[in-house]
């Protein structure tokens, strides 16, 4: 594609549900790049998938966070028993090969936790 | 975590002047990114500057890298106002642990007035 792009735009959920965020990265990148941000902050990293494994999912907050890239392409990040304070715009990201390459960003989903 | 730090938090000028923009770091890099995101819209690749490089050119862009002091700045020639945004630093860096996390400031608001 010629682009990233993210899936759905914007997501509503209640408090306590389970949510599901898709990323389409460039076709060919190998490196994929999960964010989160917050309203006035910078982007905070998550986890990197290169290919189909997660190379670092230092960043995911916690157990309720969880994201597959099974055939190396689409990765979908899912967010179980979802809190308000999960509420953010989620970023994604995806690269040539190597981390060092520039990183192309998708609109992002905002996800409103109520 | 955030490394980066923009200065200033925003900045409003006339359209035609100079702006710049300036982020500081704190650990040891491979490259420095700058990124524009516009209201409601996905991060936008600027220009990037590996660590071995001083200063670096793209169209109305300059950006310039101290690494002896660790920061770097962004500044914008002849503002129109399709540059209103905000703008990123993001650094990839050998100290934070790994190499590929970008790792953002909270970004300058720019704001061209006509």
């Known amino acids: 594609g010629a682009g990233v792009s993210q899936t759905p735009s914007n997501k509503v959920t209640e408090k306590g549900k389970y949510v599901e965020l898709r990323c389409d990265p460039i076709?060919?990148?190998?490196?994929l790049y999960w964010y989160r941000q917050s309203l006035g902050q910078g982007p905070e990293f998550l986890i990197y998938?290169?290919?189909?494994?997660?190379?670092?999912d230092s960043g995911l907050p916690n157990d309720r966070f969880f994201a597959v890239r099974p055939e190396g392409s689409v990765s979908t990040l899912k967010i179980q028993r979802t809190e308000r304070g999960d509420s953010a715009v989620y970023l994604c990201?995806?690269?040539?090969?190597?981390?060092?390459?520039?990183?192309?960003f998708g609109p992002g989903t905002r996800l409103t936790v109520l | 975590s955030q490394q980066g730090e923009e200065d200033p938090q925003a900045l409003s000028i006339q359209e035609g002047e100079n702006a710049t923009m300036n982020c500081s770091y704190k650990?040891?890099?491979?490259?420095l990114q700058w990124y524009r995101q516009n209201s409601g819209r996905g991060l936008v690749h600027l220009i990037l500057?590996?660590?071995n490089e001083r200063e670096k050119h793209s169209g109305r862009l300059r950006v310039t890298l101290d690494t002896s002091k660790k920061s770097s700045s962004l500044l914008i020639t002849a503002s129109r106002a399709a540059d209103t945004a905000s703008y990123f630093c993001?650094?990839?860096?050998?100290?934070?642990?790994?190499?590929?996390?970008?790792?953002w400031g909270a970004g300058t608001k720019l704001i061209i007035k006509p």
């Open positions: 990201a995806s690269s040539f090969r190597h981390s060092t390459d520039t990183q192309y």
């Open positions: 076709s060919g990148h190998t490196a």
């Open positions: 998938f290169q290919g189909t494994g997660a190379a670092d």
């Open positions: 650990t040891s890099i491979n490259n």
């Open positions: 500057i590996r660590s």
């Open positions: 993001a650094t990839d860096g050998i100290g934070g642990g790994s190499n590929y996390q970008l790792i």
